[in-house]
């Protein structure tokens, strides 16, 4: 016998299963301390590039949670679809970005994911000659932080689908 969640019927987006863990809830000092470092750690960057870089992050941690709410931010944004789309596939689709996109893109990708260890000289250089100190600084810092939130979204399981944007700014 198959069971359907009473919400499905009213909500073709309602999740099939609740969040694990509302974290946010339960350590609202931490919700609260990363709603401040988020704010500063984006500081002096261009909207569309921190929401790209969230993006990115967020595709690589598999955070279903953060890609509805950054690719609904980008837009807002002023993003354009296409460049969101193409953001899985920078690499065969540079033509979409700026130099700066996409060494920062790049420079997200190997501070995600670290299996190596170590982030590439290549990679930080690349980013290091196309942003000032402050901004490099900042957009590792945006990276970072985008990082931790992927890791609260797919530890709790968090629901994709009910974000609007500006809902947290």
């Known amino acids: 016998m198959t069971t359907t969640n009473e919400n499905t019927a009213t909500d073709p987006f309602a999740p099939e299963e609740p969040a694990r863990l509302e974290w946010a809830k339960h ?3 931490v919700w609260k301390a990363m709603l401040g ?4 750690a984006g500081r002096g960057l261009d909207p569309k590039l921190k929401e790209l870089v969230k993006i990115r992050a967020s595709q690589l941690n598999h ?19 296409e460049r969101i789309v193409q953001l899985s596939a920078w690499q065969e689709s540079r033509h979409f970005y700026t130099e700066r996109e996409i060494a920062a893109i790049e420079l997200t990708e190997a501070v995600t994911v ?14 290091a000659k196309l942003f000032d100190e402050s901004e ?4 590792i810092a945006a990276i970072t932080v985008i990082n931790a939130w992927n890791r609260f979204g797919v530890t709790c399981r968090l ?4 974000y609007t944007p500006g809902q947290h700014g």
Request: charged content about 25%; aromatic content about 6%.
């Open 63 to 81: 955070c279903a949670f953060c890609l509805d709410m950054h690719t609904k931010d980008a837009l807002a944004a002023g993003e354009s679809v």
């Open 114 to 127: 670290l299996t190596d260890g170590f982030v590439p000289d290549d990679v930080y250089g690349r980013a």
């Open 27 to 29: 350590a609202p000092e």
């Open 136 to 139: 490099l600084a900042h957009l």
């Open 37 to 40: 470092l988020e704010k500063a």
């Open 159 to 162: 629901t994709p689908g009910h």
